[in-house]
């Protein structure tokens, strides 16, 4: 069955830098656009960044353009997010996502904090 297992998050002060991973198992990981969502307390999930199968092609909200950067490896079926110049509103929990099949699969979710 399709599983996918975020790690990495903490608390990290205004300006630092954090890299979230999520391992996937259960499908064929290369075959998949792979995204990452973030829920703030009170707020809807929304989508941060995605990443084709291959690899070669990306898409961020333009809240976090130029300051987080997704990435994946086909070879360890995981997927990267590494995130810089953080600001309090990243303050989240963060979830890796597949829409495999016709259906949507999620992580457990990751905490993340940027907070002095």
């Known amino acids: 069955q399709v599983q996918l297992v975020e790690s990495g998050g903490g608390l990290v002060q205004p300006g630092g830098s954090l890299t979230i991973s999520c391992a996937a198992s259960?499908?064929?990981?290369?075959?998949?656009?792979m995204k990452w969502y973030r829920q703030a307390p009170g707020k809807e999930r929304e989508l941060v960044a995605a990443?084709?199968?291959?690899?070669?092609?990306?898409g961020y909200a333009d809240s976090v353009k130029g300051r987080f950067t997704i990435s994946r490896d086909n070879a360890e079926n995981t997927v990267q997010l590494q995130m810089n110049s953080l600001k309090i509103e990243d303050t989240a929990v963060y979830y890796c996502n597949a829409y495999v099949t016709g259906t949507f699969y999620w992580g457990q979710g990751t905490q993340v904090t940027v907070a002095s």
């Open positions: 990443i084709r199968g291959s690899g070669g092609v990306t």
């Open positions: 259960g499908f064929t990981f290369s075959s998949y656009t």
